[in-house]
């Protein structure tokens, strides 16, 4: 299993919307073919500042699967209109 972490950055006049947005995002996410796991955590330090983490089974599944699908357009349209700046993107391993 891989955990992709996305450091992302809203402005602070959308982050109620952004955090209601979050079941919906992790819906789509969880649908997706290799998506076992998704969580979304706010910075106590800044606000406006969340870190993503979403587990696959493989990173194929996130980058090549996920991310031509129809779900990656989905997804970016339920929650990357908040973004204030693109997220910064990392995939770990156990």
Same mark, same amino acid.
């Given at each position: 299993m891989v955990h992709e972490y996305a450091l992302l950055t809203v402005a602070v006049d959308d982050v109620d919307a952004f955090e209601a947005s979050h079941p919906a995002a &992790? &819906? $789509? #996410?969880l649908s997706s073919p290799g998506c076992r796991s998704v969580e979304f955590q706010r910075s106590i330090d800044e606000p406006g $500042? !969340? #870190?993503?983490?979403?587990?696959?089974? %493989?990173? *194929?599944d996130h980058l090549d699967t996920?991310? &031509?699908? /129809? /779900?990656? $357009?989905?997804?970016? *349209?339920? $929650?990357? %209109? !908040?973004?204030s700046s693109p997220p910064t993107v990392a995939h770990f391993e156990r």
């Open positions: &992790s &819906s $789509i #996410l $500042i !969340y #870190l993503m983490k979403v587990g696959w089974d %493989r990173v *194929e996920f991310a &031509s699908s /129809a /779900a990656a $357009i989905e997804l970016s *349209e339920v $929650i990357g %209109r !908040y973004f």
